[in-house]
């Protein structure tokens, strides 16, 4: 069954945990649903974990709607939410609904996801007036990195605290279908998920929210350039494809493989026939 805004707000009100998973290509996107993941986020930690920065602000719309559109191809049954780009929804509310309408035209996605609270509603709204949902995020908000001095834990003043609870409520008044809450304290993010109605996406953000996500490439040890505490190992894929790789080197090199069943044949009359002087 295809899950959509409606599904994923049913099981908020049934207590039915929402998964999500990053994805960025179709083969990977294909497994995750397959497994039955109910959401996948064509995150712009692509930029990371696929392109090799050192964070998310060089992520172009280019890359954004050419990752989306093949998680699209190989997602049949997830909902599908694809990041806006550093600098295509903070320069105004045109450039919001525009590059949220490219997203869905030509990335295919269900909904966007952009960063930021008070200061992105009016955004919010006309993506949301639209026709286009929207996801919010707050917390840790990757492309504010350069603000918040480094990936830090935020709301753990009373001041931040609150802050962080009221933008949640202004993303929801603006017509937010989803929150990703990133590196927030447990109880907080807890807090927050009791008040709202919309559903919340914790990463970072303990055990109360109404969802996890992670970035795959982080949940199956793939990634080594930095490694936040709230991940968890769910398989050693990294070190298995490195075995893997080896391997293929030593019976390339030892002539092992191709053997004869990864090989075609030809008669001997045309072979004769070809190699006639
Ligand atoms: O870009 C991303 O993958 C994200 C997750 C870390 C929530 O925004």
New binding site residues.
Partial sequence: MKNTVTTLLEQKKNNDKITML?AYDYSTAKLIDEAGINTI?V???LGMVMLGYED?ISVTMEDMIHHSAAVARGAKNAFIVT?MPFMSYQTSVYDAVFHAGRIMKEGRANAV?LEGGLSVCPQIKAIVEASIPVVA?LGLT?QSVNAFGGFKVQGKDTQAAKRIIEEAKAIEEAGACMV?L?CVPEKLATYITKQLSIPTIG?GAGNGCDGQ?L?YQDMLAMYSDMTPKFVKHFGEIGEAMKIAFQNYTSEVKSGTFPAPEHSFTISDEVMAEVTKE
């Fill in positions: 990053t986020l995150g712009d930690s998310t990041d996801k995020h990757p990703v990133e990463i996500v970035v």
